[in-house]
């Protein structure tokens, strides 16, 4: 995502729909500052697993904890700390197992970070989807904020769906399936509208 990207991002969407156009108007340009390093990328992907189902503050303070276990964040360091350290700092059972999972195919292998940003989406969905407990969530999460893929639209993400429902003053959240179709007014810029529907639940 470039700075023009962005601009020509916000303009688009405001085009498209009165109500993104009232959240350009607030909030102004998106800001997602600068792109991760491509080394910065497991240990993005491992917040992202400590991050799963929980508010901000609170997964804040658990990752704050499993990162202190070990000063260099790589695979082969994780995998050495193995399972009691993880629990011991806050992960569920089921984040230390998809964490050392990441780990384990990154170290062998068959998961190759440094190739994702070459790949389509849906490919990059595929190759993370290998990993026990990450999903099509973190696998939209890593493609937003990490590789800068503008047209995501992160339906299972419970603070979009918020957004849009509080933007458009509506009683309900719609669902992941029905919010699907709502987001292609907003093609090619599916993600930054998501950014604007995270925005909405600040107002």
Do not use: N
């Amino acid at each position: 995502m470039g700075r023009v990207s962005l601009t020509e991002a916000s303009a688009a969407l405001s085009e498209a729909s009165e109500v993104m156009a009232g959240l350009v108007s607030r909030f102004g340009p998106p800001r997602f500052g600068p792109k991760p390093a491509v080394g910065e990328r497991f240990e993005i992907l491992s917040r992202e697993i400590a991050y799963q189902q929980l508010a901000g503050k609170a997964a804040g303070a658990i990752w704050g904890r499993v990162r202190e276990q070990a000063p260099e964040w790589a695979p082969g360091a994780v995998l050495a700390l193995g399972e009691e350290p993880l629990r011991g700092a806050g992960l569920s059972g089921a984040k230390t197992r998809a964490m050392l999972d990441l780990a384990a195919h990154c170290e062998q292998g068959s998961l190759d970070l440094a190739r994702l940003g070459r790949m389509s989406d849906q490919e990059v969905i595929d190759q993370l989807s290998q990993v026990w407990g990450i999903g099509t969530w973190t696998a939209h999460m890593f493609l937003i904020f990490s590789l800068r893929r503008l047209d995501v639209w992160p339906v299972g993400d419970f603070g979009v769906r918020k957004g849009y429902c509080l933007a458009h003053g509506w009683t309900e959240a719609p669902s992941a399936e029905e919010l699907e179709p709502l987001g292609d007014q907003f093609r090619p810029y599916r993600s930054v509208a998501a950014w604007y529907c995270w925005r909405a639940t600040e107002i």
